[in-house]
């Protein structure tokens, strides 16, 4: 008989799977009715499925390693389905990438199901207000890459088909409004061919692509069901799930030479205000030089919409042609390894003891965290990326590593700033209070007699420090 030591080091590694805190996942939502959820059996074979890159959002919000069965909508009926081979293949095609599922299907949903407030009463669910609670959590500890979803056999009928599409595209703006991503990549899976009335969905379908942008369809060709006539077999499903990723994977290789489609601004957008400081192909038009009136020549430069900066050119740091007050700056950033830049605002001239003057102004440090000497294995907090720089140590932050994306803002309001990483809040303060200036008094910028970082207006600056960052969706609103 096993001790109970030997017992507890049998589950020690499961337990500790369990408990590891996640972040910076690469998030999918998997939403529809059963054959998204999963019916097929669940043999030994399929429950040594999974990667340790790939983990999942289980009934109590936690995140564990993924594994047959992923959905909990009708315990006794789930099993396996395309949610775990889509998985794997998106991490093996993303190597140092942890995948996380967000399961949300539930079991005989009709797409009407899916609609703000509706209840289903044979599962006492209400599948849309369930799955924004689940996806809003998910969105903590990573950012969402795509949707795949499969869903339809509630819906066919010939009422129902003639307005399947309407329905579907509705629901997709729905999804990519929470998730803040326009262009969200959503794949949608054909119904099964072995039933004939599956084919009024499948029908609708076709037109999915050509009407709503940064879609596709995969195809359900050879696939079959388990027996009942309705629900795909576990090989089917697994099969499925491969054909889920080459989909996503496909709109998501489509997207990135288009990018430059990004650096647009929404109807709302321009109602609220927004302005774009980078059209994506001509940056004289908001920036230039620090050291001058035109935008630099070398080291830096527009390609795919991007603003790139070039380690080793030397072009300087650049400012915006206009200064701004009270503002809220949005943008995506991208490092290269060991990188480090920056985004200062309130940018004005400012001189130090030796009467010598300079641009100057607070800063949001972007950094490589993980690599670059000064500040991986945390040694430098207030150096390290959100920081106000040698001001504020951000707090409670989600970074992305160099080669991913991240998205900043900044808020300023009069005398109190903000600083935001990819969605959280890690920095909060006050300009010109006497803790600020306490802090400024201990820094470098002591030496400037006139207020570092008191103007009541400046410029906006992107610093060139001899590294390698790319930068989008750079955008800004007066407030």
Known sequence: MKSVFQIVLLLL???????????DLQLYILIGQSNMAGRGVVTPEYQEQGNDRVVMLNKENQWVKAAHPLHFDKPKAAGVGPGLTFGIAMAEASPGATIGLVPCAVGGTAIQKWRPGAYDEATKTHPWDDALVRIKEAMQYGTVAGVIWHQGEGNSNEADANTYLDDLSELIQRVRTVCNNPRLPFVVGELGRYRDRYALINKALVKLPSKVPNTTVVSS????????????????ASEFG?????????????AAPHSAKRSSLSAKEKREGWELLLDGEDPNIRWRSIKGDAFPKDGWKVEKGMLTLLPGARGGDIITREQFSDFELSLE???????????????APLTNTKGKSALNGPEFQLIDDDKHESVKDNKSPLTSTGAVYLLYAPQNKRLNPSGKWNSIRIVARGAHVEHWLNGKLVVSYDRGTEAFRQLVAGTKFKDYTSGYGEATGGYILLQDHDSQAWFRNIKIRRL
Do not use: I
């Open 13 to 23: 590694p499961g337990w500790l799977f369990a408990q590891q805190p996640y972040k």
């Open 333 to 347: 950033y991208k490092l290269g390894d060991s990188a480090n830049t920056g985004v200062k605002y309130f940018v």
């Open 221 to 236: 060709e050879g696939l079959w069901h388990k027996g009942d006539g309705t629900h795909f077999d576990s090989p089917s």
């Open 242 to 254: 491969r054909r889920f990723a080459q989909g996503m994977l496909a709109l998501q290789k489509k």
